[in-house]
Nanobody, 117 residues
Framework: QVQLVESGGGLVQPGGSLRLSCTATGSSKAFDVMNWHRQAPGKERERVATITWTGTTTYFGSAKGRFTISSGDARNTVYLQMNNLNPEDTAVYYC???????????WGRGTQVTVSS
């Protein structure tokens, strides 16, 4: 019933910025936790950032100090602001959401981010 749709990916120069969005539809409840993950060719999927319904945020690996996760006022949308991008950030970025009463996790289909000069 729940669908997650990511947007905002694209091609950027090294040092540039992108803002990704993920919107959840089909749920009458706000999310408990939303995560951003990414997967590059030949690499394992890794989590990059987490936000809880209380607004607590967590960052992982090279996302620390460069990325910012936030949620919209409607509590069904999450954003990932990515600054100072480098080619190693090239990957498909996925959002993943968990809802009250153990519903989920639900995954989006991903959005491609390519960092290249």
């Amino acid at each position: 019933q729940v669908q997650l749709v990511e947007s905002g990916g694209g091609l950027v120069q090294p040092g540039g910025s992108l803002r990704l969005s993920c919107t959840a539809t089909g749920s009458s409840k706000a999310f408990d936790v939303m995560n951003w993950h990414r997967q590059a060719p030949g690499k394992e999927r890794e989590r990059v950032a987490t936000i809880t319904w209380t607004g607590t945020t967590t960052y992982f690996g090279s996302a620390k100090g460069r990325f910012t996760i936030s949620s919209g006022d409607a509590r069904n949308t999450v954003y990932l602001q990515m600054n100072n991008l480098n080619p190693e950030d090239t990957a498909v970025y996925y959002c993943e959401a968990e809802f009250p009463n153990g519903n989920g996790p639900y995954w989006g289909r991903g959005t491609q981010v390519t960092v290249s000069s």
